[in-house]
């Protein structure tokens, strides 16, 4: 079946430092590869995707590449605001129309 | 995002008694799903539907029922709830038509059993 795993939390960063969570998965078929955002309180926001190998997602400075040869789908940052502060969540969804989720992290940005 | 609304968006409840959560959609999306969130497990499918009528179980549908009766409704009952049921419930939408492939989720639903 399909699964997600992403790298644990809680991270904890500074202000303008460099964010990686890293999320590997296992597929049937060809997945498209997600990252949902979650701020404090609130529900469950689209971040980016991709929907095919190699493909480069990116939004509000993230950014993550479906990488196939290495079932994984990292997102990265380059500078982190304290507005950063959040539950990540790594999904894919296969032909069956289902999203199966990572556990989440954790990122706390301190100023 | 108004398009779509879960209710009610708190509820406790007791050990033993049936709750129903509403989620209503304005999207005419064909695909809608109910997830619970709880730490450590990210969330996790309890059913989803593709039409009307049309459901089928996700991996943690023990103690769920759902019903469809039309498109914009998708209902969610916990027949005799119990702690272990203490949730954030997500309803999500999806239609896999559209050019932007993306599912969109509610506010969530923070359900008590006590």
């Known amino acids: 079946g399909n699964s997600v795993t992403q790298m644990e939390g809680p991270v904890t960063l500074s202000e303008e430092a460099f964010l990686t969570i890293n999320c590997t998965y296992t597929a049937t078929g060809y997945p498209s590869l997600f990252w949902y955002v979650q701020y404090p309180g609130e529900g469950l926001q689209l971040l980016l995707k991709a929907t095919k190998a190699d493909d480069k997602g990116s939004n509000k400075g993230f950014e993550a590449t479906y990488r196939k040869e290495t079932t994984s789908f990292h997102l990265e940052k380059g500078s982190v605001q304290v507005s950063d502060s959040a539950v990540y969540f790594c999904a894919l969804s296969d032909n069956d129309y289902k999203l199966s989720f990572g556990a989440g992290t954790t990122v706390t940005v301190r100023a | 995002d108004a398009g779509i609304t879960q209710s009610p968006r708190h509820k406790v409840t007791e050990t033993g008694t049936p709750v129903t959560l509403r989620c209503h959609q304005t999207?005419?999306?064909?695909?809608m799903y109910w997830y619970r969130q709880d730490p450590g497990h990210g969330l996790r499918l309890i059913h989803y539907s593709y039409g009307v009528k049309d459901t089928d179980k996700g991996e943690v549908s023990d103690g769920y029922s759902v019903s469809r009766s039309k498109t914009e409704d998708f209902l969610l009952t916990l027949e005799s709830a119990t702690s272990s049921q203490t949730s954030v419930y997500f309803c999500a939408i999806n239609d896999p038509g559209e050019s932007n492939y993306g599912y969109t989720f509610g506010s969530g639903t923070r359900l008590t059993v006590v």
């Open positions: 999207e005419n999306h064909r695909y």
